[in-house]
C-alpha cells in the first residue's frame, strides 16, 4: 500500500521515523513536505496528503504536527477523507478496521518516538472490515459531505 506522508515544522522530527517504519512493513511513501523544521502551515500538508489520496497516488495517509489536532481538523476538510488523532494503538487499528480512517494524525509533541512507531505499525496492518453496521455508518459519513456540499446546512 502507498501512505502519502505529510507534517508541519511540529511533526518534522518524526517524518523520517514514521517513513522508515512504513517501509519496513512492506509500504511505500509519498513524501509531502515539509522538508525541514522551519515554521510552516499545518493546513498545506494536510491538503497536499489529501490530494494525493484523491488523486490515487496514495491509499492512506500519515500527518504529523504538534498536538495532532490542527492537521486532523484541516485534513477532515476534504471531502472523502477521514483522519484521526490517535495516541493509542487501539485506536490506531479500530479506527481503520471500523471507520475506514483513511489518515492516521498523530502529535509529535504529545507521544514519544517509540509510541509514534507502533501506532504507525497498528495503523498500516489494519483493514476495514466491511462489516454491514460499519458500511451504514459510512455511508451516513458519505451523506453528510454531500448535504454540506449541497449546501444543505447553511
Ligand atoms: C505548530 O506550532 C503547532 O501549532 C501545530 O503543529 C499543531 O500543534 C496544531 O495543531
Avoid: W
Wanted: with cysteine; proline share 1%; glycine share 10%.
Amino acid at each position: 500500500m502507498r501512505f502519502a506522508l505529510g507534517c508541519d515544522h511540529g511533526g518534522f522530527s518524526l517524518k523520517q521515523r514514521v517513513a522508515a517504519v512504513v517501509i519496513a512493513a512492506g509500504h511505500e511513501v509519498v513524501d509531502c513536505g515539509t522538508d525541514s523544521d522551519c515554521s510552516v502551515d499545518y493546513p498545506d500538508f494536510a491538503r497536499k496528503v489529501g490530494e494525493t489520496i484523491l488523486a490515487h497516488r496514495a491509499e492512506r495517509g500519515i500527518l504529523l504536527c504538534g498536538s495532532g489536532v490542527g492537521i486532523s481538523v484541516a485534513a477532515n476538510k476534504i471531502p472523502g477523507i477521514r483522519a484521526g488523532v490517535c495516541h493509542d494503538t487501539y485506536s490506531a487499528h479500530q479506527g481503520v478496521e471500523h471507520d475506514d480512517m483513511n489518515v492516521l494524525c498523530i502529535g509529535a509533541r504529545i507521544v514519544g518516538e517509540e509510541v509514534a512507531v507502533e501506532l504507525v505499525r497498528a495503523f498500516v496492518s489494519a483493514k476495514f472490515t466491511n462489516e454491514e453496521r460499519h458500511l451504514r455508518r459510512l455511508n451516513k459519513l458519505r451523506q453528510i459531505e454531500q448535504d454540506a456540499l449541497a449546501g444543505k446546512f447553511s
